[in-house]
């Protein structure tokens, strides 16, 4: 069991104002963040058919809840992992223009997390997608985002600490930008998510570039599928990369946290190259990846922005399962208790 206690540990909310408090955050969140990136919000599904190549693979590994579809012959559906792919076929059939994107509430499960304070078999956040021209296909473009991302969670701090007197404010006014691989050399004989935990700590709130790029070890920072971030295409300082992670460090916890995952998309030449590279090319016969082969879906930026994770980061809780309802175990459940953290 992955479970950390925080020594001395009291919520600084009830129950009640606990609930409010995410009600609050949530929708003062979303509405900043379709402001600053010019999102419209739409309507995502829960499961989308198996053999589309529409659900996120995530890491490659991890299994998609399916179950049989009675009335279509049987055919599987699988409840999403993410809608990193879905979300650009819907920009081309709303025939979005450059500038302007869409973001959706995600609800997904994911079977195979690693469950502990920050992971769940729920996962709930902001899925959204914005439409760029080629000459946005640069690191550059992708700070700017990530900027205006942290804008809107700078001015949802200021709102909860309105509200919420106790909760001093302790985001840093600007961001970190680092490279994975300046990352690796600054912590050499550290594991990467030591390497957050440390760089995250130093600056409070760090965006890492270039996840799922092999770095100057042979190893990657962490994975990615293939097929929807760019991570090969030339980066920051001639590294590799146009996505990343953005990470907080949570002082409850005394370590950092994910609070989003983004990047710009592959276009064709790319993705064939990152296929081809991870020996994956089978997955070019599925509908999405046909349409980007024939060059009927758009370019894209987008990411997803944990909601719980927010929530939680906000309102100084110890476990994720104080801001959402899941299933733990029985042994968590107990450890927490004795601990005065106090899941739903």
């Known amino acids: 069991m992955h479970l950390i206690k925080p020594e001395h540990y009291e919520p600084l909310l009830g129950l009640k104002q606990t609930e409010q408090g995410i009600k609050q955050i949530k929708d003062f969140f979303q509405v900043n963040l379709s402001t600053e990136l010019r999102l419209r919000r739409v309507t995502a599904p829960l499961f989308v058919l ?29 409840v999403v992992h993410s809608l990193a792919k879905w979300k650009r076929v819907t920009l081309a059939e709303y025939k979005i223009e450059p500038g302007y994107g869409i973001y959706t509430d995600m609800n997904a499960i994911r079977a195979d997390e690693e469950l502990d304070n920050l992971h769940s078999l729920y996962v709930d956040q902001w899925d959204w997608e914005r439409v760029i021209m080629p000459e946005d296909r640069n690191v550059e473009f992708l700070k700017r985002t990530v900027c205006r991302i942290y804008a809107a969670m700078l001015r949802t701090e200021y709102m909860v600490y309105e509200l919420y007197p ?40 760090v965006f890492i570039i270039g996840i799922g790029c092999p770095l100057g070890d042979g190893k990657k920072h962490d994975g990615r599928a293939p097929d929807y971030d760019d991570y090969t295409t030339e980066g920051l300082n001639g590294l590799p ?9 949570n002082p409850v916890l005394g370590r950092s946290m994910e609070l989003s995952s983004m990047g710009i998309r592959v276009n064709r030449e790319v993705m064939l190259k990152q296929l081809k590279e991870t020996g994956q090319e089978e997955r070019l016969k599925y509908y999405f990846h046909k349409r980007l082969v024939e060059g009927s879906l758009p370019l894209t930026i987008g990411g997803g922005i944990g909601q719980s994770r927010l929530c939680m980061y906000y309102l100084r809780k110890a476990h994720i399962g104080e801001i959402q309802a899941s299933i733990w175990p029985e042994e968590m459940r107990e450890e927490c208790e004795k601990v005065n953290i106090h899941l739903i």
Not at 52 to 78: C, H, Q, W, Y
Not at 173 to 195: G, S, V
Not at 241 to 249: A, I, P, T
Request: net charge negative; charged share 30%; aromatic share 6%.
């Open 50 to 78: 198996q053999g589309t190549g529409l659900n996120d693979d995530l890491n490659g590994v991890e299994r998609a809840v399916s179950f049989p579809i009675k009335d279509m012959g049987g055919a599987r559906a699988e």
């Open 166 to 205: 106790q909760m001093k404010p302790c985001l840093p006014r600007t961001i970190h930008f680092i490279h994975a691989e300046e990352l690796r050399q600054l912590y050499p004989h550290l594991e990467p998510k030591e390497r957050e935990d440390a760089i995250t700590e130093k600056f409070g709130a």
């Open 241 to 249: 990369g146009l996505n990343g992670d953005l990470m907080l460090w």
